[in-house]
């Protein structure tokens, strides 16, 4: 991800935030970190983007590829831009939770640090298996909703996509998105021996170090 992002927009500032152990990504200009004791992840990753110093920028889960340059979106107004779902998620038992976490919070866009301080404050109220898991997107949701701030939807296609076959042709995407299952196809596309002239050296040579350790 930090390598697909250097690439495509090679002036960024790049922020690893994480917790006190965790290895600096090479790539990666600053390192914020927090204490973390391994539990109630959508907390710790809620803290982490209510004390972030940056008002502008753009924040991308680690299993991003970002293909094409994302700072064209803040040409647009707004105060946070969220990627919204096409479909519908649906649990176990079968109920649709879409309504309750339209937005996939893969891929964001943010003009304003108060926006994750209320959801953060948000996710603090909401019950504790929230604290554990879907409460970044339940809580982005809430403060959406609260009607403080400029919210603007953005379509996950093509900002935020999730392929839906290893051999689907993704070109022409902003970023794409290989949660889940998708992380052993995210190594292989980004390791795939590289075209006559084509870029791309540098991400292959970090995916491989990072996935080897694994």
Request: aromatic content about 8%.
């Amino acid at each position: 991800m930090v390598a697909s992002a250097r690439r495509t927009m090679s002036g960024a500032e790049i922020v690893q935030m994480t917790d006190q152990s965790t290895a600096a990504v090479p790539g990666v200009d600053t390192l914020v970190r927090r204490d973390w004791d391994g539990g109630k992840l959508m907390v710790y990753r809620m803290a982490h983007l209510a004390a972030l110093e940056r008002e502008t920028a753009v924040l991308l889960d680690t299993d991003i590829i970002v293909q094409r340059p994302l700072d064209h979106v803040f040409d647009q107004p707004f105060d946070v831009a969220l990627t919204v779902r096409s479909h519908s998620i649906h649990q176990e038992d079968g109920t649709d939770i879409t309504a309750e976490m339209p937005y996939n919070t893969g891929v964001m866009f943010t003009r304003r640090t108060a926006f994750w301080t209320k959801a953060f404050e948000l996710l603090l109220g909401m019950p504790e298996q929230s604290h554990d898991w879907w409460g970044d997107q339940l809580s982005v949701k809430r403060a959406a909703d609260t009607g403080l701030f400029r919210v603007l939807e953005l379509p996950c296609d093509p900002y935020n996509y999730t392929p839906n076959d290893e051999q689907e042709a993704i070109e022409e995407r902003y970023a794409v998105h290989y949660k889940g299952r998708r992380k052993d196809w995210m190594r292989r596309r980004a390791t795939a021996p590289a075209a006559p002239g084509a870029g791309g050296g540098i991400l292959a040579n970090l995916l491989k170090s990072i996935f080897g350790r694994r």
